[in-house]
């Protein structure tokens, strides 16, 4: 298996990016990774000779994270995402993956990978955590901001085929985003796309109301990506702004900091569960070929999680099962 | 004034109910309460003499949480939330505070309360709370989850006059939700939106992310019904998810539970901030009356901040000036 990685997209690339290779290359000697990246940058961070089985493939430019997404992978063909995602295509890498500019990562992952024949969208897909900690898909968060309901169909049959081969659910929950528990609440969308998943043969289980995805209400969520945008940055808000201000309380003073010690061991568990970081990377689900979203602050554990996901992506061969299944539905549908 | 008061609805009627009207109404002497509610259910709740300024107004109906709205409406014609929303409407009370089923409650605020002449659909708007303490007025939230861009710029001329009279913000802040910062980012929805809500005289400051809610990043939040619920029963959710894991692991044994003791002032103070109670009701705006829902979890304080906050609403005259502002815009654009 040949893995290619993006040195250059995250908050703490490229060191995070090299060191998570790194270890991931000594976990795995049968893989081969290539790490794309600006040479000047990535060197200095390569201490030493390199492992026999990670290459460094040199490009000559770079998308920054607030670049405008379409403009930037057209401008820089050279970049490590734009290349990344090409040798994905080209059979030159078997997965690619990167925590650079999200969007830059869907254009090139649409316009240079490409979609999977039948699919109409892809989706990114990243695993929420949940009190449960199993950890729940989400799909779409972004990648489609105005799905139709037809969309939604595919996220649910791609999602639950991902999270059965990858995520290890058997018979995966799905579920639908939605303002009402019951069938028949929601909009004209929402109520169509209730009605599309309820005829695959998946586990659907109806709606899922927005307070209960923490809770592992289900396996597989499923929503239009302007919703599952909301729905992931305000969960990450949400926590954020609540373990702030628990800081504050708890740096009071001299014995609010003891007390607030004695606890830490329980906190420091639970952030940990509550760690995007801890569940590998997100798939951007419906391309002919896998590539996967890393978290944009990964570290060099993150990294390592991202590539234990892939590696499950492409030994299960989930593309080639959406598109088998995509195939079997559709031939039911013309029988 | 006189404000009539559901006494059947919410997690703690009609007890809580009936609490925090005789609280308001010792607070307030000058002020008329009407409690709605079945006879035999609130009787044994009101111990001894009734404060001149408490009536009991008997109803024999009462709409349950989980009733289908629009149907519950049509049926139960003598339930507090129809008698009280028909109150409004002629002139028997100045305004209608209720902690009962959302869904009926906006239902019978539309059909019997009926809709501000110019105004198209009204808002659910009720304020989140935010680390700055301020708070946060957000709307819609699910009044009218299939919402056009003309009705979000209603909702931005509503919430900045309703934040302005009654919260006391100056010149609120308006945002409108969206997956991106930068102005063009978003769905042709959003877009459309942002150009009309620009055009408005208000204090436009843009688009804002769902990350920054809780920092209280604008003062008036507008969005559509679907995306603005997404986001209210997430934050509930997430909020809920952390505080009951955190006493988890403060309970785990008896040093912790010791550690949690000397943290509780600090934990307490930040969860009466983050208490959606604290801040009193959310108005219906854009009905031809003042109809304020309560927290289904109301106790006898947030039913007493409702009362406040429902007097300022009524005191400042906040429908005239939605109104005239309709007018005023109205007649700008026919010059």
Redesign the interface.
């Known amino acids: 298996m040949r893995i290619a990685f993006d040195a250059m997209g995250g908050d703490f690339a490229p060191e995070a990016m090299v060191d998570g290779t790194l270890r991931a290359a000594r976990e795995w000697p049968d893989t081969q990774f290539v790490l794309l990246g600006v040479e000047d940058e990535v060197k200095p961070h390569l201490a030493g000779e390199l492992p026999t089985n990670v290459q460094l493939m040199a490009v000559t430019q770079h998308i920054e994270t607030d670049e405008e997404p379409v403009k930037a992978i057209r401008r820089k063909k050279d970049s490590s995402i734009v290349r990344g995602c090409r040798m994905v295509k080209e059979g030159e890498a078997d997965v690619f993956i990167s925590a650079g500019n999200t969007g830059a990562l869907m254009a090139a992952g649409l316009l240079v990978t490409g979609r999977l024949p039948g699919i109409e969208r892809p989706a990114l897909a990243p695993i929420f955590p949940t ?1 449960t900690q199993k950890g729940m898909l989400v799909l779409d968060v ?1 990648a489609n ?2 799905a139709r309901p037809e969309h939604l169909e595919q996220y649910a049959l791609m999602g639950s085929l991902y999270a059965e081969a990858v995520l290890g659910f058997e018979r995966p929950r799905v579920g639908l ?1 939605n ?1 009402g528990a019951e069938g028949g609440k ?5 109520k169509e796309v209730y009605q599309r998943i309820s005829a695959l043969p998946l586990n659907f289980i109806g709606n899922v ?7 592992g209400d289900c396996d597989v969520l499923v929503c239009d ?3 599952g ?14 373990f ?3 800081k504050k ?2 740096t ?1 003073n001299a ?2 900091k ?3 010690a ?2 830490k061991p ?2 420091k ?2 952030a940990t569960e ?1 760690d995007y970081k801890e569940h590998g990377g997100a798939p951007l689900l419906g391309l002919q070929g896998p590539v996967v979203k890393a978290h944009g602050s990964s570290d060099a554990r993150a990294v390592f999680n991202a590539v234990r996901q892939a590696r499950l992506y492409v030994e299960q061969q989930v593309i080639t099962r959406i598109s088998d299944e995509l195939n079997r539905l559709e031939g039911d549908e013309h029988r």
Chains 1, 2 share one sequence.
């Open positions: 009190l972004g901001p105005e985003l303002i929601g909009t004209t969308f929402t109301e927005a307070r209960n995805v923490l809770n990506g302007f919703s945008n909301i729905l992931l940055k305000n969960t990450e808000g949400v926590a954020k702004a609540i702030d201000r628990l309380e708890f009071r014995i609010t003891l007390a607030a004695i606890l329980g906190l568990r639970f509550m």
